[in-house]
């Protein structure tokens, strides 16, 4: 005889990617020779990001062809970049397809058919995938899994946060594995690259680069004779702020100009206080405990629009981190063991 935790679990398996995208708002595409200004305002628009559609060489009409995905990571990337002479009007100029690369994620297109089921869409994204594309209207009605990216007119985006926030949805069919401590689950990574106080935001972001990261917590720097250029081992140091490519989402051209010499604490604690982010809820610094549950991690994640959390001790030395991969793949192990 099944317990309740199995069946409460299998219950979930009868979802699919569908029921996760029903109020989805369609992806924007831009042509690959549009300026990197006009997909950066495509984005201020509303989207989480933006597939870069690929022109016919000879004729120059747009054809569906998808080359990969711009994100905030990838523009400013791209505008800490090492040709400063050429400055940021002429980079702003440049073409979006040629910041591709920038972010290895962006060079991948994932996607996945409506049809396919929660469970290989949690093998997926806790693979470190943060997001894939879920077309409108398939042409692969009964087909589960991967499909082409051509075979659809339109896209939708499914991301990490829409699967977690399902999770909270689901929480009664989820209690037994929701109240479990992110500790009892494994669901604490314990390597943590952070900035110091001292780091300015460009540095910041070509580190971020390098070691693809879209988030780092900022600890408190130790010395003045400490390398602020490069990103430190955060164990046990204290955890004052959180630097992420996302937040300058939004930033006017003359704002981002002005930003980039910050150091990142600077930049953290001027963001609540710009009038463009004036109707955003204050930054708070999100931390948790390794005896928190993975319902609390997960409500501070979404509530607070955070991809990973901080794990601190009492004195807020850092410990590690809970990121959305790291919940999925906990919930994902947790049901298959069920």
């Given at each position: 005889?099944?317990?309740?935790?199995?069946?409460?679990?299998?219950?979930?398996?009868?979802?699919?990617?569908?029921?996760l995208t029903v109020d989805k708002l369609c992806l924007i595409e831009v042509p690959d020779n549009a300026s990197l200004a006009d997909a950066l305002n495509a984005m201020w628009l509303g989207a989480g990001g933006s597939m870069i559609v690929e022109s016919d060489k000879e004729t120059g009409t747009a054809k569906k062809q998808y080359i990969g995905m711009v994100t905030m990571l990838d523009v400013v990337a791209h505008i800490a970049g090492e040709e400063e002479e050429k400055g940021l009007d002429k980079k702003?100029?440049?073409?979006?397809?040629?910041?591709?690369?920038?972010?290895?994620?962006?060079?991948?297109?994932?996607?996945?058919?409506?049809?396919t089921s929660i469970m290989d869409c949690m093998e997926i994204l806790s693979k470190g995938i943060?997001?894939?594309?879920?077309p409108l209207d398939s042409n692969v009605k009964k087909t589960s899994g991967p499909e082409l990216v051509e075979?659809?007119?339109?896209?939708?985006?499914?991301?990490?946060?829409?699967?977690?926030?399902?999770?909270?949805?689901?929480?009664?069919?989820?209690?037994?594995i929701l109240s479990r401590t992110v500790t009892d689950l494994s669901a604490v990574n314990d390597n943590v690259l952070a900035i110091t106080s001292q780091a300015r935001v460009k540095d910041a972001v070509k580190c971020m680069n390098m070691a693809m990261l879209n988030a780092v917590p900022i600890v408190e720097a130790s010395s003045d004779e400490e390398d602020h250029t490069q990103l430190v081992d955060g164990k046990n140091r204290r955890v004052v702020?959180?630097?992420?490519?996302?937040?300058?989402?939004?930033?006017?051209?003359?704002?981002?100009?002005?930003?980039?010499?910050l150091n990142a604490l600077e930049f953290a604690e001027k963001i609540p206080r710009t009038p463009l982010f004036a109707s955003a809820p204050k930054r708070e610094l999100v931390t948790c405990h390794v005896t928190s549950t993975l319902a609390q991690v997960i409500r501070m994640a979404t509530t607070k629009r955070v991809h990973r959390v901080w794990v601190v001790d009492k004195n807020d030395g850092l410990q590690g981190l809970v990121s959305l991969t790291d919940i999925i793949a906990a919930v994902r192990a947790a049901i298959s063991a069920s």
């Open positions: 005889m099944q317990s309740s935790r199995e069946v409460n679990c299998s219950r979930l398996r009868n979802f699919t990617v569908k029921d702003m100029a440049d073409p979006v397809s040629c910041i591709i690369g920038h972010c290895p994620e962006g060079r991948s297109v994932w996607s996945l058919n409506p049809s943060h997001r894939v594309l879920v075979s659809a007119s339109a896209y939708t985006m499914l991301t990490q946060m829409d699967l977690v926030s399902f999770f909270l949805d689901q929480s009664i069919h989820l209690q037994a702020g959180t630097f992420s490519a996302s937040d300058l989402k939004g930033c006017h051209l003359a704002t981002l100009r002005s930003w980039l010499p």
